[in-house]
């Protein structure tokens, strides 16, 4: 279940994100401070906790959280600050359903365009970047401290990519 992040949510995420990007791990105060930050919008997606013992399943705060995102929107572009998918979880379309969460919102709050970075050795990432219609517009050298791995700037046109999503299938013999 994808809901919006709660700031009692922070005491997991910070394990999971030493665990994915260890030295550039954001640490407790700068999730917080982002959290708290003007025009951000982030997301957890947590698991189905059987027989957990919650009645509202939007608090859920001793569910697992699997993944998180989040994205600044300062009133035509989003930036896409980080998405996350703890390493069990990996692989599931965790990821995926984390962005196309994001795509939507910030779409709804009127973004036209999402950027974002990502390190230049991360193919996965790359990959399912690209497969959302993502496309690289730059790179920026040594931006991933403190290991000065270099970053690729990537941007979306939000538009294009809903037209994209709500085309229905073409089935054969409808061509």
Do not use: C
């Amino acid at each position: 279940m994808i809901r919006a992040i709660q700031e009692s949510d922070i005491r997991q995420i910070v394990p999971i994100e030493a665990r994915l990007f260890g030295k550039g791990a954001w640490s407790y105060a700068m999730i917080r401070q982002e959290l708290n930050a003007p025009a951000r919008t982030y997301i957890v997606d947590i698991a189905d906790v059987e027989g957990a013992k919650y009645s509202n399943p939007q608090i859920a705060a001793d569910a697992k959280i699997r993944g998180y995102g989040g994205f600044w929107y300062d009133g035509d572009d989003a930036e896409l600050m980080t998405i996350g998918v703890d390493e069990p979880y990996q692989r599931q379309g965790i990821g995926t359903a984390i962005l196309e969460t994001l795509l939507r919102q910030a779409a709804t709050q009127g973004a036209r365009r999402m950027l974002l970075e990502v390190r230049v050795d991360n193919d996965i990432a790359i990959a399912i970047y690209q497969a959302f219609g993502f496309e690289r517009i730059g790179l920026r050298k040594h931006y991933y401290q403190p290991e000065g791995i270099d970053a690729y700037t990537m941007a979306l046109d939000i538009n294009e990519w809903q037209a994209t999503v709500a085309r229905p299938a073409v089935t054969k013999g409808d061509e």
